[in-house]
């Protein structure tokens, strides 16, 4: 099924470990899609990635842990299908608040590469 919603906003990426209960933000990326500098070229798909996201705030973090992440864990076990792995959310922060463009069970690249460098050994 495809559904479709015309969205305007930033475009952050949240990866994520879950065990099937429960679920663990790793950190919010975001990348570069513009070819040029000042969003004035063709959108490209990606050119580079920074960590964290400036537009990735406490409040949307808030939000998102209590009506995306859990959530999204707790309707895979609902379903019997607990997940134990990856989740790479990707996400639109629109001024509706925001909302999943989609959902991938593994690391995002190139996002991975500036996330995982910041996580720290417990």
């Not at 019997?80 to 463009?101: A, E, H, Q, S």
């Amino acid at each position: 099924m495809v559904v479709e919603q015309f969205m305007t906003g930033r475009e952050v990426s949240v990866l994520s470990f879950a065990d099937g209960k429960t679920i663990r933000i790793m950190s919010s990326a975001q990348d570069h899609k513009r070819a040029k500098d000042g969003d004035q070229g063709l959108n490209t798909g990606g050119m580079g990635t920074f960590s964290p996201s400036p537009f990735y705030t406490d409040d949307v973090d808030a939000f998102c842990q209590k009506y995306i992440y859990q959530p999204t864990v707790d309707a895979m076990a609902a379903e019997g299908r607990p997940f134990t792995g990856v989740i790479f959310f990707g996400l639109m922060l629109t001024k509706d608040g925001p909302k999943v463009l989609e959902y991938n069970a593994r690391f995002g690249d190139p996002e991975a590469q500036v996330v995982l460098p910041r996580m720290k050994m417990i």
